[in-house]
């Protein structure tokens, strides 16, 4: 805590007046970054303008494009969180796996717009699918950020559109 006011240039008692604790501010990271991703979210998940695999290219697309403006160092903040933090703090852990779980439904409503579209197979098992989905996506990112590039995350789209989603 002290880096980060050291940081922001105020008193270490500032901190305490905004956060009474550091579990306070932990949440109050994720739900900016929440913020971040819902809105990510928005312009490609959820887009129902959009073809159903279309909407999940996209969204691995701007993954890619945030990766490669810097955000190899930096990884994600539910992975980092759930590596560093979750063992220690529930509420933390709760969160990070709620906002996980969320943006799992959003692919697995992709999924399911798609086997509807006949983008996908009928016997397509969506939520298998959405979870397989969000756990390679988190992986790619962690290796993006031990790698300190986004070709984890291009492989990834490569294999999820190529190998997975063709069979």
């Not at 962690?142 to 997975?164: D, H, Q």
Request: proline content about 2%; overall charge positive; charged content about 25%.
């Amino acid at each position: 805590m002290r880096d980060i006011v050291a940081a922001a240039g105020v008193p270490q008692g500032s901190f305490t007046n905004h956060f009474r604790t550091k579990e306070a501010f932990g949440v109050a990271v994720l739900e900016r970054y929440y913020g971040f991703i819902g809105a990510l979210m928005q312009r490609t998940l959820l887009n129902q303008r959009r073809r159903p695999l279309e909407r999940i290219r996209s969204y691995i697309v701007e993954l890619i494009d945030i990766l490669e403006d810097g955000w190899t160092t930096k990884g994600c903040i539910l992975g980092n969180f759930s590596a560093e933090i979750t063992d220690e703090n529930e509420v933390i852990r709760l969160r990070v796996a709620e906002i996980l779980q969320e943006i799992q439904e959003a692919v697995e409503g992709c999924l399911k717009d798609a086997v509807r579209a006949r983008e996908l197979p009928g016997r397509t098992r969506t939520a298998e699918l959405a979870a397989f989905f969000v756990s390679s996506q988190q992986g790619a990112t962690l290796l993006c950020k031990a790698t300190r590039s986004a070709e984890p995350m291009r492989r990834f789209r490569r294999v999820f559109f190529g190998s997975i989603l063709k069979q």
